[in-house]
């Protein structure tokens, strides 16, 4: 996980209250991802970013927003959370400026939605 | 949209024992990568491999992108071979959007 920060790396909320998770790198790689991990869903593309103020959506993006407002900050927010955003997320980073593509993940945070 | 398939699902090893993992996927790529979630949740890239064969001690991985599959051979396994392993395609179509889309994965365990 060397040079990707998330955090929280745990958090139980309710349903109805926002959360914001945060990924932060040292790395100056171009490129962020946020995923969700459930079980038998394996990996799935929340949003991602291909610059600053630069996002898009992935294969499961409702109920999400995104914002990127500096190179090594990338933040996730669940406006109103619900039972069924309960899940493990993961960011990644990929892009470096030596040009490689190699998708790099930072720890997860866990997320609980009561 | 592209559809990532892994095989076996499961799969129990003898330490020492060799296996192949395999991913199949719908359309043309761009990108193929392949990772090993350890039982404690973190993610490690093991290769990078869009076409042709590499290695990495006693891991190595062959894409045969024409056949649209990749396999990534263990031998020698070791208990800490343990985990889930993924393969995450990023697809031709849209062009070079650096999205990798990842397959559900093949739950390894070795015994010792």
């Known amino acids: 996980d060397a040079g990707i920060t998330q955090s929280p790396r745990h958090k139980v909320t309710e349903t109805g209250t926002p959360v914001t998770l945060r990924c932060h790198q040292t790395e100056n790689h171009r490129y962020m991802y946020w995923y969700r991990q459930d079980p038998g869903h394996g990996l799935r593309l929340i949003h991602y970013?291909?610059?600053?103020?630069?996002?898009d959506k992935g294969e499961v993006s409702d109920g999400y927003s995104v914002s990127r407002s500096k190179t090594e900050d990338f933040l996730l927010t669940l406006e109103s959370a619900t039972s069924s955003q309960t899940s493990v997320y993961f960011c990644a980073i990929s892009g470096s400026p030596r040009g490689a593509n190699v998708l790099t993940f930072g720890a997860g945070s866990r997320l609980t939605v009561l | 949209g592209i559809q990532v398939e892994q095989s076996p699902p499961d799969l129990i090893l003898q330490e020492g024992a060799n296996s192949t993992l395999r991913c199949n996927f719908s359309?043309?790529?761009?990108?193929l990568q392949w990772f090993h979630q350890n039982p404690w949740g973190q993610l490690i890239n093991l290769f990078y491999i869009p076409s042709g064969t590499k290695q990495n001690g006693r891991l190595s991985a062959t894409t045969v992108a024409t056949e649209r599959y990749s396999l990534l051979y263990i031998s020698s396994s070791q208990t800490t071979d343990s985990g889930v392993y993924f393969c995450?395609?990023?697809?031709?179509?849209?062009?070079?959007?650096?999205?990798?889309?990842f397959g559900t994965g093949t739950l390894l365990a070795v015994q010792p």
């Open positions: 995450a395609v990023e697809p031709e179509y849209g062009g070079a959007t650096n999205k990798l889309i």
């Open positions: 970013s291909y610059g600053v103020k630069d996002t």
């Open positions: 359309d043309s790529v761009n990108n």
